[in-house]
């Protein structure tokens, strides 16, 4: 039953025994009235009686007095009570006339009669004195006719008391019962009522209201705490209560659904922070190691649990070779040809996976392994593979992470053709393109470093030239020619790969620095390379080259010179290397020696 129905009845009861108290109080209160009348007529009834009976006693003391004495103030105190004495006769007579029962009016009128008798003989025994007869006044006063009916005077008003006294005090205490029970009757209603009201206060406010609610503040307490753990407790009644505990469920419900949407949405943010942190660095890469290096430290950020690599692809042979993984991939080699992947041959994201739905990438091994491959394009140019596995359910399924990974995997792209076409161009600016090596600008602007660096570090400089290089192109073509640079170019890129670097100067002249080499250390160095150039026999084209020899001219600085200097000191020793007969390694100090 609901609350307001239980409070509605309670209220509805409480009104009715209210009304039923007061009603109760009113009729008491009406019978306290009339006990009330009871002893006002009883008292009154009794005090008239006696009245009459002393009137009549003092009337005849008053004549008796006068009869003896004479005198005067006598006989007027007993005309006076003789008037009084008719006043309440005349009273008497109109209360037996109204409000006495017959019993009690008859014998009201007995007593009227015998005072009146009584009267009459003490009037005639005045007149009797007055008249001069005293003995016959005094006869009549104090004769036995007049004790008699006094004594019969006295002996009605006692009767007419007893039947007033009786029937007042009936009265009376039919009135007092009354009272009483009327008095008992509102006590208990409104105890009725005190008990209804205490019964309400516990079976609704404490086991209906207060209990449940108790309960229900400790449990909003914790789901504002945040602590959705809490279970909230059955109650199925069907009144404000229940309902209100239904709500609190709902409530929970919808705030544990409030703080999972809460929870994805900051995933989301979070792995939209993390994607483009890494693009600001991918960005600011300034070759493909740096890129990798970014991709493989944040991928397992971004998709926590999921392995993968990033594979680029290569231009000789049409490959993809893997630049970098993280946590370990296993479904993938590090190097497969481009056509084994359906990402790669279809231009967009492919999933293999174990439920047969699609057909598997053929890298893929076991041919069941869940993975997903998205390529990497710039311009419309398949650039890589941004390559993943699954190890838990359905996450590559998921739009959200398809959607990152595609985003990730247009930006890595766009980022990757950025930066081979920077090395491209790099390598055209300071390459040169027939040996390989790096050209007389580069040259130059590793100089500048150097001499801006001031640091004191010993540097050497090679000059290389081919001795009568000429001969090869007139005698065997060019072709032959860019074969004898390209192998001189070769053998003294594999001299310096560990100590220095190899430059192509111009023609068929070559440098080489050799930063922390004094000048003896730099003629070790050429000496190593003129030996191994000499040692060596060319063909090329079914024709024997023969021998190639160079002179090389060694300088060092801050020993030597400035760095400014080095390259033309460098190759002042080459010139009287030549000088002296070629096929030779000679010092630009062996020079200053030899001068006058």
Request: glycine residues 8%; charged residues 25%; contains cysteine.
């Amino acid at each position: 039953m609901r609350i307001t129905t239980i409070t509605n009845w309670a209220y509805g009861i409480t009104v009715i025994l209210t009304a039923l108290s007061g009603a109760s109080f009113i009729l008491s209160s009406r019978a306290a009235l009339q006990e009330r009348a009871a002893a006002e007529e009883h008292l009154l009834l009794d005090t008239l009686a006696e009245e009459l009976a002393l009137g009549a006693e003092v009337r005849s003391d008053e004549a008796r007095l006068y009869v003896m004495r004479g005198e005067e103030r006598h006989l007027q105190a007993f005309h006076a009570e003789e008037q009084s004495e008719r006043r309440r006769e005349a009273a008497a007579t109109k209360l037996a006339a109204q409000e006495l029962r017959p019993a009690e009016a008859q014998a009201l009128l007995a007593v009227d009669k015998d005072a009146e008798e009584l009267n009459r003989i003490e009037s005639a025994a005045v007149e009797a004195f007055r008249r001069g007869d005293r003995d016959a006044a005094r006869t009549a006063l104090f004769g036995p006719e007049h004790e008699r009916l006094q004594r019969e005077l006295l002996q009605t008003v006692g009767h007419f008391r007893d039947l007033t006294a009786t029937r007042t005090a009936s009265e009376l205490e039919t009135a007092r019962l009354c009272a009483n029970g009327w008095s008992l009757v509102a006590k208990l209603m409104l105890a009725l009522t005190g008990a209804l009201f205490v019964a309400v206060l516990y079976f609704v406010l404490r086991r209906r209201v207060a209990m449940p609610l108790r309960r229900m503040t400790g449990v909003v307490s914790r789901l504002a705490r945040q602590d959705y753990s809490v279970e909230v407790p059955v109650d199925r009644r069907a009144d404000e209560i229940g309902e209100m505990n239904e709500a609190i469920e709902i409530f929970r419900t919808n705030l544990i659904e409030r703080e999972r949407l809460d929870a994805e949405r900051r995933a989301d943010q979070q792995t939209k922070d993390l994607i483009l942190q890494m693009m600001h660095r991918v960005q600011a890469c300034q070759n493909q190691e740096e890129l990798t290096d970014v991709i493989v430290r944040f991928a397992p950020q971004i998709f926590p649990g999921l392995p993968g690599g990033l594979y680029v692809l290569r231009d000789d042979d049409a490959c993809l070779a893997r630049a970098g993984a993280w946590l370990e991939p296993q479904h993938s080699p590090a190097a497969f040809p481009a056509a084994e992947c359906w990402g790669l041959r279809r231009g967009r994201a492919h999933r293999s996976n174990d439920d047969g739905s699609d057909v598997p990438c053929q890298h893929v091994a076991p041919s069941g392994a869940a993975a997903l491959c998205v390529p990497l394009t710039a311009q419309g140019e398949m650039i890589g593979l941004l390559y993943l596995e699954e190890r838990g359910e359905g996450v590559l399924g998921a739009a959200g992470p398809r959607l990152y990974l595609e985003l990730i995997a247009e930006n890595v792209g766009l980022a990757i053709a950025n930066l081979q076409l920077r090395e491209k161009l790099t390598r055209l600016a300071v390459r040169d393109p027939l040996t390989g090596l790096f050209n007389r600008r580069f040259l130059d602007e590793t100089l500048h470093r150097h001499a801006r660096a001031q640091n004191g570090e010993p540097l050497a400089c090679l000059m290389i030239d081919i001795d009568h290089f000429k001969r090869f192109n007139d005698q065997f073509g060019h072709d032959a020619g860019d074969f004898v640079m390209q192998f001189v170019a070769q053998t003294l890129r594999d001299g310096c790969a560990s100590v220095g670097e190899a430059f192509r100067f111009g023609g068929e002249e070559f440098t080489a620095l050799l930063p922390a080499f004094g000048e003896q250390q730099g003629i070790e160095v050429a000496e190593a390379i003129r030996q191994k150039i000499g040692s060596a026999v060319l063909s090329h084209a079914g024709s024997i080259l023969g021998k190639v020899s160079v002179s090389i001219g060694v300088a060092a600085s801050p020993a030597g010179g400035s760095v400014e200097t080095l390259v033309a000191r460098a190759d002042a020793a080459l010139l009287a290397a030549k000088a002296a007969g070629r096929d030779r390694t000679l010092a630009a100090s062996e020079i200053t020696r030899r001068a006058p």
